[in-house]
């Protein structure tokens, strides 16, 4: 059976508005919507962290980040929230869809969801075409302070001992946790991770109101590791390299955004 690897991603932030004041109840219906639900959450004075059957959300005072992958249908999210919210409370909307690898096999496609928001809001578009296939649509307010992701590296067609293990075997999160050492690169990390049956492990680790997000499909057809962060490439290099090392991907990309005059961009590696 194959299983879409790849993320959707939905960037909202708000105004005159305090998200910490909706429930868990809330960011359930929020996820449900789109075909998700909450499996287990974590949260310090300034990041609420939840773990998704279908990747993570993440919600700070004054915006949130919903990342999903499978066959979810993301845009209803945005709807939903749209319709919980004054459009005058949300002040930036990016919508983020990557290229899938069977698009056949999903509900809508970008253009298709890019329509039903823009008849909601007065967005635009931009696309990646060159090694790396992706779509926008971005809406409002961009600055370095609502662009809180820094990176995201999609390692694809990943191999050696841990990636054959996880083919072939059922490891426990714990033994997972272990194999990526991730306090031995970053400090006072609180993480939330979940091992699926039969295959897939996904974490969320946060420390003051930075994130990072884990996502490992394991299966032969897609084997794939996405790692989302808002700590900087400097902190996040160590790292990257030691997974490199562990799963000697047949391909890595790497999305770095950055804020430029009001523009979003994205760079491609």
């Known amino acids: 059976m194959f299983y879409e690897g790849t993320e959707k991603r939905l960037l909202i932030c708000t105004h005159s508005l305090n998200l910490f004041d909706f429930d868990d109840q809330f960011w359930q219906q929020l996820v449900v919507n789109c075909g998700a639900e909450i499996l287990s959450s974590i949260q310090n004075t300034q990041l609420k962290a939840y773990l998704l059957s279908e990747s993570?959300?993440?919600?700070?005072?004054?915006?949130?980040?919903?990342?999903?992958?499978?066959?979810?249908q993301l845009v209803k999210a945005a709807l939903f929230l749209q319709q919980q919210l004054t459009k005058q409370q949300i002040s930036t909307l990016i919508f983020q869809r990557h290229q899938a690898l069977k698009p056949q096999l999903q509900s809508s496609n970008f253009q298709q969801d890019s329509s039903l928001l823009e008849k909601q809001f007065k967005g635009q578009q931009q696309h990646w075409r060159d090694g790396y296939q992706g779509d926008l649509f971005v809406f409002g307010e961009i600055s370095e302070k609502n662009i809180t992701t820094q990176s995201i590296y999609m390692l694809h067609g990943l191999n050696g001992q841990l990636a054959t293990q996880l083919q072939t075997e059922t490891l426990d999160k714990h033994e997972i946790l272990e194999k990526l050492k991730l306090n031995a690169f970053f400090d006072d990390l609180i993480i939330d991770h979940f091992s699926f049956e039969p295959k897939g492990y996904s974490l969320n680790a946060i420390c003051g109101e930075d994130y990072l997000a884990i996502h490992l499909t394991p299966e032969q057809l897609s084997t794939y590791l996405s790692i989302e962060t808002s700590f900087s490439i400097e902190q996040c290099a160590d790292f990257i390299g030691y997974l490199k090392q562990l799963f000697l991907p047949n391909d890595l990309k790497q999305l770095h955004f950055k804020s430029d005059n009001k523009q979003l961009n994205i760079s491609v590696f």
């Open 56 to 72: 993570s959300l993440f919600v700070w005072q004054d915006k949130l980040l919903l990342i999903t992958c499978g066959n979810t």
